[in-house]
């Protein structure tokens, strides 16, 4: 059996509704309660700089009103006056309906049952007999009002020139910068140690590009009378945040691409990922999902399926009179009584190496992405019911880490990542889930968190969410508590797990791995198993001599002083995205093809492949 290739976390980086990823300063605010008055500051800081202020304790009020799951601000749209067409029918057999307007506004067609009259030279008397449906433009109060928002004041895409970008490719590109710069390396320095085909990129969107400057403009400007860009169609592609990380950050001539699972989407990737470094297929790999869903015609979708949480739906839950303020703070309520998940936007990215690279270079070791396992639900009733799938997923996850770590450390060592949406069904059948595993597995007050209640559910990025949330709490060692409940529901099964609605302390040296769950709509389940940075550390030390551990430990100083001028850095708003447009563009000059090899400008590609049906060659 051949040694595989450790694919070790050594950078993390992100936007969502908590803030900025890397640094840990998004986890922080989600536990800023239970954090140092130093660490509180700091966290604050960040949020100030994200959302435009000056000074982050003199602004903290205004800062924890502005982030996390609200309600819908009108930087998105006004949800008490959203813009629809009312469809408005006439009859014009007896009294025919007249009207005057420029010659230029008549269709190119006119419909059989109008009478046109020139009044001039420039407009005309339309009359109209029989039935004619008009759309009229109008207004209504939207159903639903909470969402988990971007921070208040902070648009990604004034950081860049972004021509009209998508929110979801805007996102793509800060998130990817932060991801890039928390490694404390230089990407040259990175690059120029692997083969341009050693490097994967697998992104996407569950949902594609469906704002105005997407496929929701593209879809909408016919019916509104506007012209169709030549943007709209292209930058709506699903895979476009990995093309964007090519083209516009690392200049990436790898592997690259997108799985799609619905809600599952981010771990899809994550298992392309973990599967190219331990093949040999790639040294480096960046994971990621950018998600931009608050627009009101997905959450209408949502909201029609009866998915979403809304006033009416919160009011009931609190037994609150038509008039009475909602808690949209409180919109989300994962395994507690409740009424929907609150729709989220985010862009998440996790960088990989494999051991070799991540022990030469000095990298930070944030935790290892063990394997990701994927399975569907079978015969299903319902497209967006729960299914048997998840039970597979999970215990292959655990079954995972037990390989690695021992019964023992299995059973008092780690953690669970709900996916935690904040459905009647979910809380029920992921309970189920999560307790018969533990039981199973002989696990008794597995810790679950669902950091959701404040962050929302981001569809493909939700993962990405989980994972970032779970690499705080191996740093800070606290566990977010379901903050947004006041008891877990009845009908939700505790048995051998550990719900609180405080936030709680954790031992980091005794933590050794965790399960990130994630269910998608269509039956799409997939759980991945992450090992802790001290798992992670003594996994290593095992392959490598002492000797080379010192030098790795060295070599490490010198990144994490990289690592906090970066953040400091970010802190202070002197560092921006990075997105190189039109530079070091390649061409066929730039190319020289071997029978033995192929080389791109300084770097060389391989071509001596041995074939692994070694018993079928053919002469």
Known sequence: MSIQRLPVIVGFGGINAAGRASGHHAYARMTHSALSATQQSRTLDSLATLMGLEGGESHQQFILDHTLVRRIEASHFDVDAVRWNQRLPTDGDSQPASFDLERKYLPDVIPP??????????????????????????????????????????????????????????????????????????????????????????????????????????????????????????????????????AYVLGSLGSTGASLGACASFLYNLRHGIDDIRNGRARVVFVGAAEAPITPE?????????????????????????????????????????????????????????????????????????????????HKKSISGPGVGNYITV?????????????????????????????????VSEAEILSRTAQAFGIDEWPVIAAKCYLGHSIGSAAGDQISTTLGIWHHGILPGITTIDAIAADVRQDHLAFSTEHREVDTAEQKYAIINSKGFGGNNASASLMSPLATQRMLQTRY???????????????????????????????????????????????????QQLTIGPHTVRLDQVSPYDDMKID
């Open 545 to 595: 001599s002492g000797q080379a551990w010192k030098k790795w430990e060295q070599a490490n100083e010198r990144v994490r002083e990289r690592q906090q001028a970066y953040d400091d850095g970010m802190i202070a708003g002197t560092i921006s995205p990075v997105y190189k447009f039109d530079h070091g563009v390649l061409g066929d000059g730039d190319v020289k093809v071997g029978a």
């Open 113 to 246: 049952h109008w009478v046109v009259k020139g009044t001039s030279v420039t407009h005309v008397n339309v009359q109209i007999v029989g039935q004619q449906d008009f759309l009229l433009p109008t207004y209504r109060e939207f159903d639903v009002k909470s969402a988990g928002q971007l921070p208040s004041g902070f648009e990604p895409g004034t950081l860049y020139p972004s021509r009209n970008h998508p929110r979801g490719l805007q996102m793509t590109v800060y998130a990817a910068s932060d991801a890039l710069g928390s490694i404390g390396l230089d990407w040259e320095t990175i690059s120029s140690r692997v083969a341009p085909d050693q490097i994967s990129v697998y992104a996407g969107s569950a949902m594609g590009q469906l704002d105005g400057a997407g496929a929701g403009g593209m879809i909408k400007s016919r019916y509104n009378g506007q012209r169709v860009t030549s943007k709209y169609c292209p930058l709506s592609f699903a895979e476009m945040p990995a093309d964007f990380i090519n």
């Open 395 to 427: 215990a292959k996850a655990v079954a995972a880490a037990r390989a690695i770590i021992g019964d023992k450390a299995l059973r008092r060592g780690g953690l669970v990542q709900a996916h935690g949406t904040g459905t009647p069904q979910n809380r």
């Open 298 to 378: 997905i959450l209408e979708g949502y909201s029609a399926m009866g998915a979403l949480a809304t006033e009416k739906g919160l009011r009931n839950l609190d037994g609150l009179q038509l008039g009475e303020a909602c808690d949209f703070r409180r919109a989300c309520r994962p395994f507690a009584e409740n009424c929907g998940f609150t729709i989220a936007e985010s862009s998440q990215m996790v960088v990989l190496f494999d051991d070799e690279l991540a022990m030469e270079l000095g990298a930070t070791v944030f935790g290892a992405a063990i394997d990701v396992f994927v399975n569907a639900d079978g």
